[in-house]
């Protein structure tokens, strides 16, 4: 992965066989990815009419997957989604007052 992981790379057709190869026994249709689009669960970006997904986008949808697997509702989905994203800038905050107070020491 390079850069921060935001980059623009695929198109829908090679996001969802990306995502596939982990899960060659349940292929992932692209109208799976514009629907999780839809919902607001992944925003990949958009070059005209044409979706680009990111590394994070692609990894995203693998957590998606692996929480409806276990049984979570897209609803829940997004519930947790929210809780991490809230969760690694906490911990993001964290790590910088960290390195702030270490300054002062």
């Known amino acids: 992965m390079t850069g921060n992981g935001n ?14 190869i982990e899960k060659p026994d349940e292929p992932l249709h692209p109208q799976t990815l514009r629907m999780y689009e839809r919902l607001g669960l992944v925003t990949p970006q958009r070059v005209g009419k044409n979706r680009l997904y990111s590394d994070h986008d692609v990894q995203r949808v693998r957590q998606i997957q692996a929480l409806t697997d276990l049984g979570v509702n897209l609803a829940g989905v997004e519930i947790i989604l929210g809780l991490k994203e809230r969760l690694d800038g906490l911990e993001a905050e964290r790590d910088y007052l960290i390195g702030r107070l270490r300054q002062y020491e």
């Open 7 to 20: 980059e623009p790379l695929y198109t829908i057709s090679i996001a969802a066989k990306l995502i596939r």
